[in-house]
């Protein structure tokens, strides 16, 4: 029987690597009152604009339950609002606070000195490579689990 290595293994590395990107993360904007698994709904929201919750969860691919988890855990600290949608008043849209919106800028740092560390180790046309092969890599795991 042939041994597993994690390092010959792409969904392990993968995996691995996004779990170390997100403890980095966090470590960057605890601070702020933020964690990583909050950063898709404040990019989403950073030109100050608001959105709908289903809107939401569709721009940062996170599944409904769980985008409706962090909104709740973001409004209760103060990071987000949520008003009633003017053209349909059974939904609401969502934005972020003033004080969210301030954050913002550091937040970009962080997101680019976390991932300036990252990648350190490679040239800027490995880099270039990296990043094409991994877009390359999630469209063909999004053409075969139909996402």
Known sequence: MTKLQRNASA??????AARLFARAMDRRIAHL???SGQLPVIFALAGGGSLSQKALTE????????????????????LVTRTVDPEDRRRSLVQLTPTALEQVTEVQQAVADVNEAALAGLSPADRQTYLRLLDAVAEGLEKATGA
């Open 11 to 16: 969904g392990y590395m993968t995996n691995w």
């Open 33 to 35: 009152g933020l964690s």
């Open 59 to 78: 721009a940062a691919a996170i599944e409904q339950p769980t985008m409706a988890a962090t909104l709740s855990r973001m409004e209760k600290a103060g």
